[in-house]
């Protein structure tokens, strides 16, 4: 290991290269796992452009898909091919390959010497040069390699949460556009009414048959009701922005279009049994901070072994001093008098103490959420079909009998006009409820698929089927 000559270095660096190995840098492999666990547990398909060119083939997907109208699936699609969010993402995996490439590597040697000249006189040239190899870093390897396995492992669990998170925005925001352009349905039947209701009334009163605070009264309903059209058109176009971000769209891509309503409350649902327990099976958080303990364990085992000998240095070196040729190894090492690695090896130990402590929190905390959102989806379907098949019907009967009477001179304006603010208010109450029930049916099928969901709306909203529980009883 030692060189004593020219040619003895020339040998050295020979013998230690083929040793220093050589690892492959691309990602493509863990990318590739990470898209086989996203297609078995969303069915959808990622690609990834490493920042390099758009792939043709996905370019026309997502144009194709763009071309039909758009459901809450293949927005979720586009959105996992499309986002950039989620593309800067992937180079997680990079960077963790990079990485344990790093960790298998050696040190570069270290070259230090010095050219001496004589002050005075015209004596020899004396030189000195040495060449060491980090040789402890050299047996540190395998445990740096595990560590960075660990730290590979753990990515592409925290990238694959990560884009069923993204998959869950973008169904939700989705969902909340379509439930906003039906909001804008009922109200724009609710305005088309009202005009039709004022000039009825205009004309009752022109012929003495009602009062002018009775048609005033009309007035100010076609007024509300218009109001509240606006108001749903622009909470529409705001939510289809929030869907355009997550999907990464610009320019002409935004055209996209899309069904008018939601979907009615599906007939046969998700499964609700073992909720717990399927929730903490796949849970990739759990296994992120599973993976996370592993490597902190991985970590301490490598500060242990360098608390005792942190660095060792051997090599050789050749000298000429008064025209006298020398040559012969050479060793540093750092001794351990006042640093005995202690505090870090406590240090080490209380990381992975806390981290222990995490994953049981979030454990019960997967537990809560799988029950609360089991609770929320049960009760929104309910409240859904309640209004669907009762609440609904029944107002629209109501409004019929009530013009009916209005028209046979029974009942009076202000009766009717009650009666047409009863549907309104059943309309949006369905749609609210409607729109609750795939939310929160989606938020229950993300946890079964491992992932916690976000507690909050894109409003910072905390999400609850109370309110539709509550007009239902209402009524």
């Known amino acids: 290991m030692f060189g004593l000559s020219g040619h003895g ?18 990602p493509e492999g863990s990318f590739n796992d990470v898209a086989g666990t996203v297609d078995q547990r969303l069915g959808q398909q990622i690609s990834w452009d490493a920042g390099q060119y758009v792939d043709p083939s996905v370019h ?20 996992l091919l499309n986002n950039r969010d989620l593309q800067a993402m992937y180079a997680n995996l990079g ?3 990079a990485n344990l490439v790093q960790a298998g590597l050696w040190k570069n040697p270290i070259i230090d010497g010095a050219i001496t000249f004589p002050t005075a006189g015209s004596g020899p040239t004396d030189y000195t040069f040495n060449l060491a190899l980090q040789v402890i870093d050299i047996l540190y390897i395998p445990l740096r390699k595990r560590v960075a396995e660990s730290e590979l492992a753990e990515a592409k669990l925290n990238v694959t949460g990560e884009v069923v998170a993204v998959a869950g925005e973008t169904y939700v925001a989705f969902i909340d556009y379509l439930g906003q352009r039906q909001r804008v349905g009922v109200f724009t039947q609710a305005v088309q009414s009202a005009k039709a209701s004022l000039e009825t009334a205009k004309a009752l009163r022109e012929a003495g048959n009602i009062t002018d605070y009775e048609y005033e009264s009309e007035v100010t309903q076609q007024v509300e009701v218009s109001v509240k059209l606006a108001q749903a058109q622009i909470a529409a176009d705001q939510a289809r922005e929030r869907a ?19 979907p009615s409350v599906r007939g046969r649902d998700l499964p609700t049994n073992d909720a717990e327990t399927k929730a903490i099976q796949a849970s990739i958080d759990l296994a992120a901070a599973r993976q996370k303990i592993i490597t902190l364990g991985k970590t301490y085992r490598v500060v242990k072994a360098t608390s005792l000998v942190p660095l060792l240095d051997a090599g050789g070196e050749i000298a000429r001093e008064e025209a006298e040729n020398e040559a012969g190894p050479s060793f540093a090492a750092v001794v351990p008098l006042f640093d005995w690695g202690k505090a870090r090896k406590a240090s080490a130990r209380l990381e992975i103490a806390a981290a222990q402590d995490q994953f049981t929190a979030l454990a019960i905390r997967i537990r809560s959420f799988a029950r609360t959102h089991r609770a929320q989806f049960i009760s929104a379907r309910q409240t859904a079909l309640y209004y669907g098949n009762t ?25 009717l006009l009650q009666a ?12 609210e409820a409607l729109t609750t029930y795939w939310r929160d049916r989606w938020r229950f099928a993300q ?23 509550r007009e239902a009883g209402g009524h």
């Open 244 to 262: 355009n971000r997550l999907m990464g769209l610009s320019g002409a891509q935004t055209q996209w279009h899309s069904a008018e309503r939601l």
């Open 9 to 26: 270095w020339r040998g050295l660096l020979l013998a230690v290269l083929p040793l220093a190995g050589c690892q492959t840098l691309s």
């Open 391 to 415: 609440v609904v019907p029944q107002t629209q009967r109501l409004l019929g009998a009530a013009e009916r009477q209005y028209n046979a001179m029974q009942i009076g304006v202000f009766q």
């Open 420 to 431: 047409k603010e009863r549907q309104i208010q059943a309309g949006e109450g369905y749609v």
């Open 95 to 97: 960077i963790a390959q």
């Open 447 to 469: 946890i079964l698929m491992g992932k916690l969901p976000d507690e909050t709306d894109g409003s910072g909203v905390t999400l609850t089927a109370s309110a539709p529980q």
């Open 60 to 79: 026309s997907t997502i144009e194709n898909l763009l071309a039909q109208p758009l459901t809450a699936e293949t927005a979720v699609q586009i959105a």
